[in-house]
């Protein structure tokens, strides 16, 4: 969304109030700043509407009105709260292994789309991750390797799987995988 859509639908005076609290919340590391990204020329589009995924789960569950305490009140949340909160969990190892490595701004991530398709996490010019919530397959990425002929894609669901291009793993892959 962009900083006038969180400004009016925040309450906030107006959109720079909104890019102050995002700057603030990001420098505290509680979100990132996911901008949309160019696959032609490989950069991100920083005048385009942004996501703001929280890169702190602690900071989400402190401040999410359902008070979410045990494995029991997750389940209880309905399909799409669910996949919001495991893009976060994403997010979070996104950005940690991107302080990690040391890159200067880590809280920065990209994010793919076009009308028909979003990729949650674009890594890089040739590594993509989406975040599924419930069974998927390759077969409802087949579109992929046509838009990204070089790169690759992890898909976390519930469902392993590998092709040349595609690869599925549970969230506990990739929490534990060293690799991407």
């Not at 949309?36 to 989400?60: C, N, Q, V, Y």
């Not at 920065?108 to 996490?121: C, G, I, Q, R, V």
């Amino acid at each position: 969304m962009g900083q006038a859509k969180l400004a009016r639908e925040a309450g906030l005076a107006n959109n720079t109030v909104a890019a102050g609290y995002i700057e603030l919340l990001a420098d505290l590391m509680s979100v990132g700043i996911a901008q949309e990204w160019d696959a032609s020329r490989g950069i991100r589009l920083a005048r385009r509407p942004a996501k703001f995924p929280f890169i702190h789960l602690l900071t989400a569950v402190a401040w999410d009105a359902t008070r979410l305490r045990t494995v029991a009140d997750f389940r209880s949340l309905p399909a799409e709260e669910q996949g919001r909160w495991l893009e976060w969990m994403a997010a979070q190892e996104v950005w940690r292994r991107a302080a990690l490595r040391g890159e200067e701004f880590p809280e920065m991530m990209a994010f793919w789309k076009t009308p028909k398709h979003e990729l949650d996490f674009v890594l890089g010019p040739e590594n993509v991750l989406e975040v599924k919530r419930g069974p998927t397959s390759p077969i409802e990425f087949a579109w992929f390797p046509s838009v990204f002929p070089r790169a690759r894609l992890t898909v976390v669901s519930t469902e392993r799987f590998e092709t040349d291009r595609i690869r599925g793993v549970t969230l506990e892959d990739l929490l534990l995988d060293e690799t991407w």
